[in-house]
């Protein structure tokens, strides 16, 4: 299965100078590295035996309707 279009905050300023050194976009770059990630199962390896940290859940707003 593919996972496409995830949206997550990364370090604009970090992959930017990262792209512009190897004469690619952000884009390619960011692809690049989870490719690697996933080809050479690493992980375990980032994450450790922790696994994913916690994090809380973003607030959700709901949009009442006044009713009649």
């Given amino acids: 299965m593919t996972i496409k279009n995830i949206v997550i905050p990364l370090e604009v300023e ?8 190897r004469g ?7 692809r690049a590295v989870m490719e690697k ?6 992980v375990a ?11 809380a859940a ?3 707003y709901r949009r009442f309707r006044a009713t009649q």
């Fill in 14 to 21: 970090y992959l930017q100078e990262a792209a512009k050194q």
């Fill in 24 to 30: 690619v976009s952000r884009t390619r770059l960011v």
């Fill in 37 to 42: 990630v996933v080809k050479d199962e690493l």
């Fill in 45 to 55: 390896d980032i994450l450790g035996d922790n696994g994913v940290p916690a994090e």
């Fill in 58 to 60: 973003p607030t959700r």
